[in-house]
């Protein structure tokens, strides 16, 4: 399914004097099966925006349409389950009283069968590696098993969209690792994944297509090639080591992941 | 550092008496959290790791004055810290705003604002930059570095790179400390990085994977890339 | 998280106004002044003066009167059966006019006027009170107020800090509350859709989680507090100021003097 944006602004409060205009005229569009990063400053809007793709948050002006169709005609649950968020805290999305249950509720609302149910659970929980904490409260979970618990309770409902904001705050670094492979493993399969994050050592990874928010406005767009080496301040480690190489070696091309970076390194040595 | 649910946190709270050990002894600054927590907390600041978790009054001012009140901060020098506090976070202009409607990187300097008022003798930050963009990661960074000669830091991070300077790095796993190396022994022992599930920054794993010599910065690697380039090309020539 | 996060709930209304300059501790004694004064007002017309100065001084404290009625309006309902209960049952003075068994009688309607117009009016005085004082404020205000108590072990700090708390307490409950129907919602739960009925039961499985939530939030707060210092109200300082100046005395004085002008007309 395609996602898109048209001229959204949103105002939190709006008339009172804690009047906060967080997003100002946002327009892009998420595509079927690409991966999305967004990225930007403390403040830029990305979780609010992240929250206008399955309308958690209405726009206070302007459209968001899925497959062409204003989004507001959709079913709020069924738009929902097919777009799946999960939020920058974790703890906040942990309500129920074990692992096992609050992964489940997902799919029990979406009235399968017991077996079913237990057998997306137990799916998600293992492909976020937290099968051993499923009788586990979820309030006796270190920080990280609850980002992974959090991650599990939306993979659950497989959605067609998987909206996730800041996912690796707080994984350690082979969990980073982990997670990045389970969002390619994703897009393989067919699923869009927008990946809200400050690190863009990690959204050069795994993004298709970038989009860049400042001050609520969206403020460069374009694949990660163009956005990073358009713009260095922005870029990741890998790419500010190439483009100081680029400088005096001119053939290095545009590398941006790690593995294509080390690759076009090696290539200019040895050669 | 250490992998999730390696203890850090628990750690944290058992320095700062929030949990009471089943045996053993914690001293701080020589006190006993348990027994004298109040000796302990006026020396001690505590970042929870969700930030949320430790704001306590309904105005940002109002949250980062309320360490110096409980110290008995004459008014005059407080406002004046408060004032400090809240710029060097970069939230100037958010005094009067409701701590949970910030967003998140938001949350975190406001709690982190608080702390830098009080400027305890020892601070014990649990992923103070998790939600931080770069420019606030680097700033925050900057400022732990300043306090490091006169207060004593303890940092939990999920990223090598900003322990780079520690004076030593505790790595805790499965609840036990399994090693305490200095930062650079820690990055180059690549079978302790592997156990522990730690991964070193780019730039040293770039030139590691390059077969280049240490390098710490963008700049270092990019340096040394060229100059391998120009040696190969050069003894071609010759 | 940041998205939806509302308005918060206290009602406190941040504005630039003379009333919100004021110091909380005259803003407090007026209050006090008016509840007494309200008990002794005994004519409609009396009343209207002082709703009339109420009124004024909505306007002078720039908060939207809509923020007021608002806050009014649940109050209102209560006031408006108890009116009625007295209409309907007091049976002193003439018949007014009657409507099937029942009789209004002019004491009746009378004593409905003024019990009315004197709720609504004291919580009118109280909601001016709330909305222009941040709560800090007014829990220093109430401390300091009560402080010549502590020389006889009064508990003045911890009454006014359990006030605050209070104060702020509500307002948590409510954002904790919608944090779970957000991310219940955000997994497919619905609370918009179907009858009246759909939409009370799918606010049940919210309801565990909210008292337990309510208590974990309680617990998480005490150990901000304690482990940033803090051990009740000695050899503790105040952020905000509390200074009584001349125009606090002027503003006391005349909100003495609204209802002692209700109580002679
Ligand atoms: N409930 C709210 N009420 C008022 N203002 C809000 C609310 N939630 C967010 N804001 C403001 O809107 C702006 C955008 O917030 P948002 O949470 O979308 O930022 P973000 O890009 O996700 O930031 P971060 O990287 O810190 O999470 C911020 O300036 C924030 O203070
Ligand atoms: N309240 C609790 N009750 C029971 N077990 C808990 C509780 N909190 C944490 N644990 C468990 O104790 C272990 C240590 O948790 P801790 O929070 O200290 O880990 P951590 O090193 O901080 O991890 P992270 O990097 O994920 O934050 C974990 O296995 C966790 O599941
Ligand atoms: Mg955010
Ligand atoms: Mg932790």
New binding site residues.
């Given amino acids: 399914m395609r996602i898109s944006l048209e001229d959204v602004w949103h105002v939190y409060s709006p008339g009172t004097a804690f009047e906060t205009v967080a997003l100002r005229g946002v327009s892009l569009s998420v595509e079927p099966g690409e991966v999305l990063g967004i990225v930007g400053g403390t403040g830029s809007g990305k979780s609010t925006l992240a929250a206008h793709l399955n309308l958690l948050l209405r726009p206070t002006s302007g459209r968001v349409l899925v497959d062409g169709r204003d989004a507001l005609a959709l079913r709020k649950s069924e738009l929902r389950r097919r777009v799946g968020l999960v939020f920058q805290f974790p703890e906040q999305a942990l309500f129920a009283p074990s692992v096992e249950e609050d992964v489940a509720f997902a799919p029990r609302q979406m009235g399968l069968g017991p077996e079913a149910v237990e057998e997306r659970t137990a799916a998600a929980l293992g492909v976020l590696g937290i099968a051993h904490?499923a009788r586990?409260?979820t309030?006796?979970?270190?920080?990280?098993?609850q980002?992974r618990a959090a991650i599990a309770g939306t993979l659950a409902m497989r959605p067609q969209v998987l909206v996730l904001d800041e996912p690796t705050a707080?994984l350690?670094p082979f969990s980073r690792r982990e997670l990045l492979g389970v969002v390619r493993r994703l897009r393989e399969e067919g699923t869009s994944v927008v990946l809200v994050s400050h690190d863009l050592d990690e959204v050069a990874e795994v993004s298709d297509r970038l989009c860049v928010m400042e001050g609520g406005a969206v403020r460069a767009e374009g694949t990660p090639e163009e956005v990073f080496y358009g713009e260095l301040a922005l870029a990741p480690t890998t790419v500010r080591v190439a483009a100081r190489v680029r400088e005096s070696a001119p053939g290095l091309g545009r590398p941006v992941s790690y593995d294509e970076t080390l690759r076009s390194l090696r290539a200019l040595i040895g050669g | 550092m250490?992998?999730?649910?390696?203890?850090?946190?628990?750690?944290v709270r058992l320095l700062n008496g929030l949990l009471v050990p089943d045996s053993g002894e914690v001293a701080v600054a020589g006190h006993d959290p348990v027994t004298e927590p109040f000796e302990v907390r006026k020396r001690t600041g505590v970042l929870f790791?969700n930030p949320e978790n430790g704001l306590v009054a309904p105005f940002v001012e109002d949250d980062v004055a309320f360490g110096l009140e409980n110290l008995g901060v004459p008014r005059e020098e407080m406002r004046r810290r408060v004032a400090e506090a809240i710029r060097s976070v970069g939230l100037s202009g958010y005094e009067r705003r409701e701590p949970h409607t910030l967003s998140g990187g938001e949350k975190q300097r406001v709690a982190l604002a608080g702390l830098l008022a009080v400027e305890p003798e020892v601070l014990l930050l649990?992923?103070p930059t998790s939600m931080l963009d770069a420019p606030g990661r680097r700033e925050v960074l900057r400022r732990i570095g300043g306090l490091r000669r006169s207060k004593t830091v303890l940092h939990?991070t999920?990223h090598l790179e900003e322990l780079l300077e520690a004076d030593r790095v505790l790595v805790?796993n499965g609840?036990r400390l399994v090693a305490e190396v200095e930062p650079g022994r820690l990055m180059a022992d690549a079978a302790l990085l592997e156990e522990n599930r730690l991964v070193p920054p780019t730039v040293p794993r770039l030139a590691a994977d390059l077969g280049l010599g240490s390098c710490r910065t963008p700049e270092d690697l990019a340096g040394a890339v060229l100059r391998r380039v120009w040696e190969g090309s050069g003894a071609e020539i010759r | 998280m940041a998205p939806g996060a509302g308005r918060g709930t206290g009602q406190f209304y941040p504005a630039d106004s003379p009333l919100h300059a004021l110091d909380p501790r005259a803003k407090i004694l007026a209050v006090a002044a008016l509840v007494v004064g309200l008990f002794l007002v005994d004519s409609v017309a009396g009343f209207l003066a002082v709703g009339a100065a109420l009124l004024c001084l909505v306007q002078v404290s720039r908060v939207p009167p809509s923020t007021f009625l608002r806050l009014l309006r649940p109050v209102a309902v209560i006031v408006a059966f108890t009116a009625l209960f007295q209409v309907a049952f007091v049976r002193e003075g003439e018949v007014v006019f009657g409507l099937w068994v029942f009789q209004a009688h002019s004491e009746g309607l009378r004593l409905a006027a003024h019990l009315a117009l004197r709720i609504l009016l004291l919580v009118a005085a109280a909601a001016l009170l709330t909305a222009t004082t941040p709560p800090l404020s007014l829990s220093d205000g109430i401390e300091d107020l009560l402080s010549p108590l502590k020389r006889f072990r009064f508990p003045a700090h911890e009454i006014a800090m359990m006030m605050t708390i209070a104060l702020r307490f509500i307002p948590t409950l409510h954002e904790e509350a919608r944090k779970i129907i957000m991310a219940q919602a955000a997994r497919g739960a619905d609370f918009t859709e179907g009858g009246l009925i759909q939409r009370v039961r799918a606010l049940v499985p919210v309801l565990v989680p909210l008292t337990v939530g309510a208590f974990r939030r309680a617990d998480e707060l005490a150990e901000a507090m304690e482990s940033r210092g803090y051990r009740g109200g000695e050899g503790r300082t105040r952020y905000r100021e509390l200074s009584f100046r001349g125009r606090d005395a002027t503003a006391l004085c005349i909100a003495v003097l609204i209802p002692v002008g209700g109580i002679l007309l």
């Fill in positions: 904490l586990r409260p309030r006796a979970l270190s920080g990280g098993e980002r707080g350690d | 250490g992998p999730n649910g390696g203890g850090k946190s628990t750690l790791q649990d992923e939990v999920h805790i609840g």
